[in-house]
């Protein structure tokens, strides 16, 4: 589900923790779980960022 909701997201426009949260229903500590397993969460400036591995993306989409 979260790599189907960051596939289709605008990539010009910033996506976060809560908002993926709101959009999907799932517990922000899974999110940041499952992000972290798929190495996509960065430190960037002293925050954590969703950094958005397309590879990963187009792998899994391929498998649907």
């Known amino acids: ?18 908002d993926i949260t709101m959009q999907t229903g799932i517990k922000t500590e899974d999110i940041i779980s499952t992000l972290q397993s798929l190495d996509m969460i960065k430190v960037w400036k ?5 950094y958005v591995k397309q590879d990963t993306i187009n792998d899994y989409l391929k498998l649907k």
């Open 1 to 18: 589900m979260l790599l189907n909701l960051l596939a289709e997201h605008d990539t010009s426009k910033d996506i976060s923790l809560k």
């Open 46 to 50: 002293g925050q954590h960022v969703i």
